[in-house]
């Protein structure tokens, strides 16, 4: 078994906690083992074992857990010796894993460590669910509950006053496919013809993408579809591939749009333009809004509007037609230096990104040019996505000499978020696969049987030589999802995401 050693800094205090089933870090007596760091939320992060894992979960912090610097995501970080997590506002956690060996003495500290004061964590070792567990905790509550009571004067950081009691809260585990869920996909909607480009290029490759084939298309044709693009007899397997290869190769999700376009910046992704050699962006960005630009907050799984200064912020709140707690979470956000220099950081990658895209500044407060830009971010995918892609537009554009129609391309967890409350049908959820940036869809709504046949046929090809997961959806998309090193995820990794 796999011994996981975690050495706690901060500015006061240094110590190292042993992982037994599972632990939280927080502010407060509520948290497994606590650290005296003000930026900490009171159960700020949990880590514990899944199988041979070893998962860290932001526990919806206000100001989220990093892992070698990049940030947790909803659906949680696995734990690899030698990380280094950041939380709060100067807490370290160093990550120590080594294979616990018969016998032989654990392995603790090396010579080459900084000295260090160990102090004795509270056990870790606990089942959460135990009725001996919530029992003892209860108890314990009420003590705590009461020091906090004439102390709470003096604990003003982010409590609401609703706030006055607080059950130890459950470690939130990774996400898993809901198997209720027939189709987590949602189709982006075409764009409106206002938004289309206008040059001509344009124009005639969708006349092509539309023209009338005299016989029936979309879900109406009569189609084989391949075992490669039907769903696997346990129907969570399919996305649970998506998921167990998101982990393996670390995928970061983008949480918004700031967060995307630092990605872009970073060159993660690569730009499709609206049309290409064997391909056309039928539907790519169609469910783009005018509205703000926004950070997405975790904690509160809201939006935030970005403003440059407080003073931007409170000028814009007072014309704001919004309900009072949409107030208050934009209020809270931008009371803290964190949220306000975050605020500003995340404005200043947008513009800087639309002046390298666009060759001029791009002015945020202008509604139109928002929607333009946000839907030029979601034209982007990872490269190794891209090649897939692109064989594939080749052969259907050689074969029925049409560009490859392209619904959707990466999608930011916010922008996920929207289009499934749009849909009913969708996950409600923030998963894989197109916030990955490694999916898209081409859309079929227009192809006869000849056209998917063919299609199916290649991508079919793809999935058989391991280099795909894929599916016919109901909804007219082929959705794709590439694996970056052109090999699934192993199966051990594929159950545990099931
Ligand atoms: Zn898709």
């Given at each position: 078994?796999?011994?996981?050693?975690?050495?706690?800094?901060?500015?006061?205090?240094?110590?190292?906690?042993?992982?037994?089933?599972?632990?939280?870090?927080?502010?407060?007596?509520?948290?497994?083992?606590?650290?005296?760091?003000?930026?900490?939320?009171?159960?700020?992060?949990?880590?514990?074992?899944?199988?041979?894992?070893?998962?860290?979960?932001?526990?919806?912090?206000?100001?989220?857990?990093?892992?070698?610097?990049?940030?947790?995501?909803?659906?949680?970080?696995?734990?690899?010796?030698?990380?280094?997590?950041?939380?709060?506002?100067?807490?370290?956690?160093?990550?120590?894993?080594?294979?616990?060996?018969?016998?032989?003495?654990?392995?603790?500290?090396?010579?080459?460590?900084?000295?260090?004061?160990?102090?004795?964590?509270?056990?870790?070792?606990?089942?959460?669910?135990?009725?001996?567990?919530?029992?003892?905790?209860?108890?314990?509550?009420?003590?705590?509950?009461?020091?906090?009571?004439?102390?709470?004067?003096?604990?003003?950081?982010?409590?609401?006053?609703?706030?006055?009691?607080?059950?130890?809260?459950?470690?939130?585990?990774?996400?898993?496919?809901?198997?209720?869920?027939?189709?987590?996909?949602v189709e982006e909607a075409?764009?409106?013809?206002?938004?289309?480009?206008?040059?001509?290029?344009?124009?005639?490759?969708?006349?092509?993408?539309?023209?009338?084939?005299?016989?029936?298309?979309?879900?109406?044709?009569?189609?084989?579809?391949?075992?490669?693009?039907?769903?696997?007899?346990?129907?969570?397997?399919?996305?649970?591939?998506?998921?167990?290869?998101?982990?393996?190769?670390?995928?970061?999700?983008?949480?918004?749009?700031?967060?995307?376009?630092?990605?872009?910046?970073?060159?993660?992704?690569?730009?499709?333009?609206?049309?290409?050699?064997?391909?056309?962006?039928?539907a790519v960005g169609g469910g783009a809004t005018?509205?703000?630009?926004?950070?997405?907050?975790?904690?509160?799984?809201?939006?935030?509007?970005?403003?440059?200064?407080?003073?931007?912020?409170?000028?814009?709140?007072?014309?704001?037609?919004?309900?009072?707690?949409?107030?208050?979470?934009?209020?809270?956000?931008?009371?803290?230096?964190?949220?306000?220099?975050?605020?500003?950081?995340?404005?200043?990658?947008?513009?800087?990104?639309?002046?390298?895209?666009?060759?001029?500044?791009?002015?945020?407060?202008?509604?139109?040019?928002?929607?333009?830009?946000k839907r030029?971010?979601l034209?982007?995918?990872?490269?190794?996505?891209?090649?897939?892609?692109?064989?594939?537009?080749?052969?259907?554009?050689?074969?029925?000499?049409?560009?490859?129609?392209?619904?959707s391309?990466?999608r930011?967890?916010?922008y996920q978020?929207e289009l499934?409350?749009r849909n009913?049908?969708?996950?409600?959820?923030?998963?894989?696969?197109?916030?990955?940036?490694?999916?898209?869809?081409?859309?079929?709504?227009?192809?006869?049987?000849?056209?998917?046949?063919?299609?199916?046929?290649?991508?079919?090809?793809?999935?058989?030589?391991?280099?795909?997961?894929?599916?016919?959806?109901?909804?007219?998309?082929?959705?794709?999802?590439?694996?970056?090193?052109?090999?699934?995820?192993?199966?051990?990794?594929?159950?545990?995401?099931?």
């Amino acid at each position: 078994m796999l011994e996981v050693t975690l050495l706690i800094q901060n500015g006061q205090e240094a110590f190292e906690v042993r992982l037994e089933e599972s632990l939280t870090i927080g502010r407060s007596d509520a948290a497994t083992v606590m650290v005296n760091d003000d930026g900490l939320s009171r159960v700020h992060a949990g880590i514990y074992r899944k199988a041979e894992l070893v998962w860290i979960v932001d526990q919806n912090s206000t100001h989220g857990s990093f892992v070698n610097n990049a940030e947790v995501p909803t659906e949680g970080t696995v734990l690899k010796d030698g990380d280094q997590i950041e939380i709060g506002n100067h807490t370290t956690v160093h990550v120590e894993m080594r294979e616990r060996k018969m016998r032989a003495p654990a392995r603790r500290a090396t010579a080459s460590r900084p000295a260090r004061a160990v102090a004795q964590a509270k056990p870790s070792s606990f089942n959460f669910k135990s009725p001996v567990f919530i029992a003892a905790v209860s108890a314990a509550l009420i003590i705590v509950l009461a020091i906090v009571a004439i102390v709470a004067t003096r604990d003003v950081e982010e409590e609401k006053p609703q706030r006055q009691t607080r059950a130890p809260k459950p470690l939130i585990e990774p996400r898993i496919p809901d198997p209720l869920i027939d189709d987590w996909d949602v189709e982006e909607a075409p764009l409106p013809e206002e938004d289309q480009p206008t040059d001509e290029t344009y124009r005639q490759a969708l006349q092509k993408v539309k023209e009338e084939r005299g016989e029936p298309t979309g879900y109406d044709a009569a189609v084989e579809i391949p075992a490669e693009l039907k769903h696997y007899s346990d129907r969570r397997r399919n996305l649970a591939i998506q998921s167990a290869e998101t982990i393996e190769q670390n995928i970061r999700i983008p949480h918004d749009f700031a967060e995307l376009a630092q990605m872009i910046r970073a060159k993660q992704f690569v730009e499709l333009k609206s049309v290409g050699e064997s391909y056309v962006l039928y539907a790519v960005g169609g469910g783009a809004t005018a509205g703000e630009f926004t950070h997405f907050d975790k904690e509160k799984g809201k939006s935030v509007p970005l403003y440059s200064a407080a003073a931007g912020m409170q000028a814009a709140l007072n014309q704001m037609a919004e309900t009072d707690e949409r107030k208050a979470i934009i209020t809270s956000f931008y009371s803290t230096g964190r949220g306000r220099s975050l605020a500003a950081a995340e404005l200043e990658s947008l513009t800087t990104l639309g002046r390298d895209l666009n060759k001029q500044t791009l002015d945020t407060n202008d509604a139109a040019a928002r929607k333009v830009f946000k839907r030029r971010l979601l034209s982007f995918m990872r490269p190794e996505a891209q090649k897939v892609m692109e064989d594939l537009a080749l052969a259907y554009k050689s074969r029925f000499n049409r560009p490859l129609p392209l619904a959707s391309l990466v999608r930011t967890e916010e922008y996920q978020r929207e289009l499934s409350e749009r849909n009913v049908n969708a996950a409600r959820n923030s998963l894989p696969p197109h916030t990955t940036g490694l999916a898209f869809d081409i859309s079929y709504r227009y192809m006869n049987a000849a056209e998917q046949n063919f299609l199916m046929a290649e991508i079919a090809r793809l999935e058989a030589a391991g280099r795909v997961e894929a599916l016919r959806e109901n909804n007219n998309c082929f959705h794709v999802f590439a694996f970056p090193d052109g090999r699934p995820p192993p199966e051990s990794l594929i159950q545990k995401s099931m």
